[in-house]
């Protein structure tokens, strides 16, 4: 699958810290597709290999059906096994170049970034698109060190691949990133933490559509 710019839009990132005891990640993931999430990553950092792999299979046939791109966090073996869209790497996981090796061609790649001289080596290495961030102190990636919304802006002007901001963001902030050049967002609380998930999903993209063109 060839990366279309506009799927970047509203990327939600699951976690199942926020999964009710009688929930399955596949509904509340359906749930998010079905308000108009646009890219889905799955992030387990806690799964054994074999569960992760199960919920791999159920995430993708569900976002086959929808036609929403499916990237696996930082897991390429994971990614290879199940014929995943793609997968997304952060800066202490494998090397783009080596992560593009392994996937061929045409799988989609989105690569972490804090600062333009990484941007610029992930874009030259194969990147399809970058994920900046912590652009908002943040609580579910506690490895994730602050962006100014300077050096997110310079980000997006040093590179020709598109940009989502990453971090903290919420349905209140979300147009403070505005007149950045970002393509879209990132998010797991702003989806997964909220009440009706489906509802939160549809009125966070309505911004986040404004935030992007200005």
């Known amino acids: 699958m060839k990366l279309d710019k506009n799927s970047l839009l509203l990327y939600a990132v699951t976690d199942r810290h926020w999964l009710k005891p009688e929930e399955r990640l596949v509904d509340v993931v359906e749930q998010a597709i079905k308000g108009g999430a646009t890219f889905i990553q799955l992030r387990e950092k806690n799964l054994n290999e074999q569960s992760f792999l199960e919920e791999a299979v159920e995430l993708k046939t569900l976002c086959a059906k929808y036609h929403v791109p499916f990237v696996i966090n930082d897991n390429v073996e994971i990614a290879l096994k199940i014929d995943a869209d793609g997968v997304h790497v952060g800066q202490s996981d494998m090397e783009t170049l080596d992560v593009r090796a392994k996937l061929g061609?045409?799988?989609?790649?989105?690569?972490?970034?804090?600062?333009?001289?990484?941007?610029?080596?992930?874009?030259?290495?194969?990147?399809?698109?970058?994920?900046?961030?912590?652009?908002?102190?943040?609580?579910?990636?506690?490895?994730?060190?602050?962006?100014?919304?300077?050096?997110?802006?310079?980000?997006?002007?040093?590179?020709?691949?598109?940009?989502?901001?990453?971090?903290?963001?919420?349905?209140?902030?979300?147009?403070?990133?505005?007149?950045?050049?970002?393509?879209?967002?990132?998010?797991?609380?702003?989806?997964?933490?909220?009440?009706?998930?489906?509802?939160?999903?549809?009125?966070?993209?309505?911004?986040?559509?404004?935030?992007?063109?200005k």
């Open 105 to 213: 061609p045409n799988k989609i790649i989105g690569v972490s970034a804090q600062t333009v001289e990484q941007a610029i080596l992930a874009q030259q290495h194969g990147a399809d698109y970058l994920g900046v961030g912590a652009v908002f102190p943040t609580e579910s990636k506690d490895d994730a060190d602050d962006v100014s919304h300077e050096t997110l802006k310079a980000i997006c002007e040093a590179v020709d691949i598109p940009v989502i901001a990453i971090g903290g963001i919420t349905y209140e902030n979300v147009e403070q990133l505005s007149g950045n050049g970002l393509s879209g967002i990132a998010v797991i609380g702003a989806i997964f933490g909220q009440e009706d998930i489906k509802e939160a999903t549809t009125q966070l993209k309505l911004k986040t559509e404004i935030m992007v063109k």
